[in-house]
């Protein structure tokens, strides 16, 4: 009988997880940060994908370059053929030098937490 009363605690539990936040940018942007979040001097943040490949500018690339500004246009216009495409990077995009964890040693090493 303990279990039961003890599975049926964890269910309501989560059933009332479930409920607390909905996917709407409100309910999300309500939810409270972990407190190492604040607790941490360093952290670090990945933002790595098809973005990456031309190694240039930001992960903004897509835009700047379809917007036409003149750094990127040049710089596909230089290194790529002409009519190149933002999703013929995808094949490109490699991951190669993935190394979690090298980079968890690397962070670790920083202070990062």
């Known amino acids: 009988m303990k279990l039961f009363v003890a599975f049926l605690f964890v269910l309501c539990s989560l059933s009332s997880a479930e409920s607390k936040y909905k996917p709407e940018w409100d309910s999300l942007d309500a939810r409270p940060l972990p407190s190492w979040y604040d607790e941490a001097k360093v952290g670090i943040f990945l933002h790595w994908g098809v973005f990456s490949v ?3 500018g930001s992960e903004w690339f897509w835009s700047d370059w379809a917007g036409k500004q003149k750094g990127f246009v040049d710089f596909m216009e230089k290194n790529f053929k002409p009519g190149f495409t933002y999703p013929e990077f995808g094949p490109k995009f490699t991951a190669e030098f993935y190394d979690p964890e ?4 690397i962070f670790q090493a920083s202070g990062a937490k």
Do not use: C, S
Not at 102 to 105: D, I, P, T
């Open 102 to 105: 090298k980079w968890a040693e």
């Open 54 to 56: 031309p190694a240039f």
